[in-house]
């Protein structure tokens, strides 16, 4: 009987922290979606690419924009240079060798925003240049995601055999198919040139773009327009300082995140991935409150704060706040569950991994949330 409800209680534990990890990538999966969802809908219409496709390989290539081409470079699929390419570009060692043999660095393109990167993607796609290599695919219906994800490969997009299957399995658990629709051929237009500059784009080119999203940014231009009039209302200035040599501010209290965002021309979801426990644009920010506009650190720099003491009511999230250190890497050194809450007058190590006989005494603090959907959990 004892051995049945260890296991019972370890099954639980088990699904809990599982759940929290889908929480976890279901927001910064959400964060990106709402980001360029739009553009890859609005490039369906143009080009004959399914949305669901090209968010997948979005998401895939770039790990949700965190990668380092796609966060320094706006390459958000891996799309390299060409001999003919005279925009921007980036070098990172990949797969290119020279004549010895070595691993070289390869030469990527660059773009000015993801959403360059996006137009980008169906312009190297349908260039006439390639239409011998990927033609084949705009005779799939932009319904048939399956289709595409193999022809991707079967074309030599990419050379990971599991390519297609990763890309299935994005589009079901994200239901990115809803984005599709059947697209008739004679409503799309294809790309005849892929632009050389990426800071010189014609006249031509600019109103046709305007005129093949018209529909789906006429919205989003009421949305911004709101912004721009909101943010010009605001009055006061945040004062940025540092903790722990990462940039943040102070919340004066009463302002949403997105609020803040706006008003210091920040991302709104950067700053919900730096700032771990905000997880929603509306998110009411109490006086004071510290907002990070960069990502913490793994630990601290100061070695005289190694150690916090931990004060009645404080949790791990608000510890690492405190000291611009990620939650993550607090959770870790200190052996705790993400759920864990310790107890007044422990100490926790912002500094090292502490043995777990040398851990922190906590609580746990259940927090479920009706985001989660545990039925979906395997």
């Not at 043995?355 to 927090?367: A, D, F, L, T």
Request: neutral net charge; charged residues 30%.
């Amino acid at each position: 009987m004892i051995v049945v409800i260890k296991h019972s209680v370890l099954a639980m534990c088990l699904i809990f922290a599982s759940a929290v990890n889908v929480f976890g990538n279901k927001k910064l999966t959400e964060n990106y979606l709402n980001r360029y969802k739009n553009m890859a809908i609005s490039e369906m219409h143009r080009t004959g690419i399914p949305a669901s496709i090209k968010l997948a390989q979005g998401i895939l290539e770039s790990d949700l924009g965190r990668s380092p081409l796609a966060s320094q470079a706006n390459n958000h699929f891996g799309i390299k240079c060409s001999k003919d390419w005279t925009g921007l570009t980036y070098y990172k060692h990949d797969d290119d060798t020279d004549s010895t043999g070595t691993i070289i660095e390869s030469c990527f393109r660059a773009y000015e925003s993801g959403e360059q990167s996006y137009a980008a993607h169906s312009e190297f796609l349908t260039h006439p240049s390639k239409q011998s290599r990927y033609g084949f695919l705009f005779e799939l219906a932009t319904t048939d995601y399956v289709g595409w994800a193999n022809g991707l490969k079967f074309a030599g997009y990419a050379s990971d055999p599991s390519y297609p299957s990763k890309l299935i399995k994005i589009i079901e658990t994200n239901r990115l198919y809803e984005y599709d629709e059947q697209i008739n051929a004679e409503k799309i237009t294809l790309v005849t040139t892929i632009p050389q500059d990426n800071k010189k784009v014609s006249q031509k080119k600019e109103t046709e773009k305007k005129v093949s999203e018209k529909d789906v940014l006429k919205s989003e231009s009421t949305t911004n327009e709101s912004n721009d009039k909101l943010a010009k209302s605001m009055i006061g200035k945040y004062k940025t300082n540092k903790i722990n040599d990462v940039r943040m501010v102070h919340a004066f209290g009463g302002e949403s995140i997105k609020e803040l965002a706006l008003r210091n021309k920040k991302d709104v979801y950067e700053l919900l991935e730096y700032n771990e426990r905000i997880q929603s644009l509306d998110y009411i920010l109490q006086s004071d409150e510290i907002v990070y506009f960069d990502k913490k650190k793994k630990a601290v720099e100061d070695v005289s704060l190694a150690f916090h003491t931990v004060s009645k009511g404080e949790t791990l999230y608000k510890i690492a706040q405190k000291y611009g250190v990620r939650l993550e890497s607090i959770i870790s050194k200190n052996n705790l569950p993400e759920d864990a809450e310790p107890l007044t007058g422990e100490l926790v190590s912002l500094s090292r991994n502490l043995s777990k006989k040398q851990s922190p005494k906590y609580r746990i603090v259940e927090k479920f949330d009706s985001f989660i959907d545990f039925g979906q959990l395997q």
